[in-house]
């Protein structure tokens, strides 16, 4: 076992999802259909304990998600959004799919999760909503960021691809109340459907336009359409819509990876104990813990190199490799990529903290499925490659 090479991220998968993603294929319903339903009400049970009050909307992927969150609260030309550079480049092109220009904020360099401070300085008359990232699973502090939009009158949706569940200030992310909040079931996520996502809302008007914006905006869907009482071949066609909806099978898939996500969240969290503890001694900044009444989902263990280590975050990288274990960098800010640096004239200096971080942060593997003697082959191979 300790011989096999430990990927970065690998799906947690059971039979019951396999089982159940049969059970799509042989019921002839592929596409958007009772499974995407029932797992878009599953959804919000889960975030609300059964209470409701919020509409769910699922999407092919967290991108297409934020790009119909943003529309429909209607960003468009000449419109600002804040966004963290410390994020992957979906929470900014999808401000850029409407015209509108994301303006990049630097990180609080505890969390990593965008600097509320930063982004007072760089709202403008243009600024429109706040696209805050739950980087890694911890969570920007709920109240800290209602005050914040509230003071500058700005929409709020919350990228929260990584943080399916976090608690925030004694709630779970997306039940507090904000425009809208966005998950992601990609392949490395803490579910996963392949592809795949959800929004969360708690306006109808807003859960509606994505409905329509789903799927070409039509203003019913297809499961809709030939199974109401009154089955009709019109439908009527009121915008030019995308095609964003999800699959039956990848929502089959998901239906079965949310009954099982506290389970793998206990995992991922006491795996991530067992690193805090073993590395409590090596030149290493272990991730921020979460506040209080907040919790963490640990989508990712970050670690960031000390001055006192004797290999730099590549070689570091590098090193892990020869010990067998894969590792990845989570992110390289926005103002350092090519299409962002050069459109907005970006430079290192305007982000001294996510600039300074991203030189010595390395991502650790931290998922459901790694067995006891995986997680104790990556103490082994951090120890060796920093002792
Ligand atoms: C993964 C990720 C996304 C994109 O998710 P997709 O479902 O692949 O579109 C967006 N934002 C963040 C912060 C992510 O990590």
């Known amino acids: 076992m300790t011989d096999d090479f430990i990927p970065f991220a690998r799906p947690d998968i059971t039979e019951a999802e396999i089982d159940a993603v049969a059970d799509t294929m042989r019921n002839g319903w592929l596409t958007t ?33 934020l790009h119909l969150a943003y529309e429909a609260l209607g960003i468009g030309p000449g419109d600002e959004v804040l966004v963290p550079t410390w994020t992957f480049t979906s929470t ?35 600024t429109k909503l706040i696209a805050p990232v739950h980087y890694s699973g911890l969570s920007v502090p709920n109240q800290a960021l209602a005050d914040f939009a509230s003071a500058h009158h700005l929409k709020v949706v919350e990228d929260a ?15 507090h109340g904000h425009d809208a909040t966005v998950y992601s079931f990609y392949a490395t996520k803490t579910m996963a459907t392949g592809e795949g996502g959800m ?17 070409h905006g039509i203003n019913r869907d297809v ?33 079965v990876q949310l009954h099982r996500l506290p389970e793998m969240t206990a995992r991922r969290a006491a ?3 067992r690193y805090d503890e073993a590395f409590a001694d090596l030149p290493l900044q272990l991730p921020a813990q979460p506040a209080a009444d907040s919790s963490h989902a640990w989508h990712l263990y970050p670690v960031r190199l000390t001055e006192d280590a004797t290999v730099d975050r590549d070689e570091f990288v590098a090193r892990m490799v020869e010990e067998r274990v894969g590792t990845s960098v989570h992110f390289i800010p926005l103002h350092l990529q090519p ?16 600039s300074a971080e991203f030189a010595r942060i390395v991502s650790l593997p931290v998922f459901s499925s790694m067995s006891d003697q995986e997680v104790d082959h990556v103490i082994t191979a951090v120890r060796a490659v920093l002792s």
């Open 223 to 255: 499961f809709d359409r030939y199974t109401s009482r009154k089955p009709s071949w019109h439908y009527d066609v009121v915008a030019p819509g995308y095609k964003y909806n999800l699959t039956d099978t990848a929502a089959a898939m998901g239906r």
């Open 199 to 215: 929004v969360v809302t708690p306006h109808e008007d807003i859960a509606k336009r994505m409905r329509t914006m789903r799927l």
């Open 33 to 65: 259909g009772p499974n995407a339903a029932a797992f878009e009400q599953e959804f919000i049970d889960f975030l609300t304990d059964g209470a409701g009050g919020i509409h769910a909307v699922a999407v092919n992927s967290a991108t297409s998600g």
């Open 339 to 354: 299409y962002w640096r050069d459109t907005y004239q970006l430079a290192p200096e305007m982000y001294p903290v996510a």
């Open 161 to 175: 691809a990584h943080a399916l569940p976090t608690l925030n200030e004694g709630k779970l992310i997306g039940t």
């Open 271 to 273: 795996i991530a104990a």
């Open 92 to 126: 900014a092109e999808a401000v850029r799919y409407l015209g509108a220009d994301p303006v990049f904020v630097d990180s609080d360099p505890e969390t990593l999760c965008l600097d509320l401070d930063d982004a007072a300085r760089r709202v403008t008359e243009r």
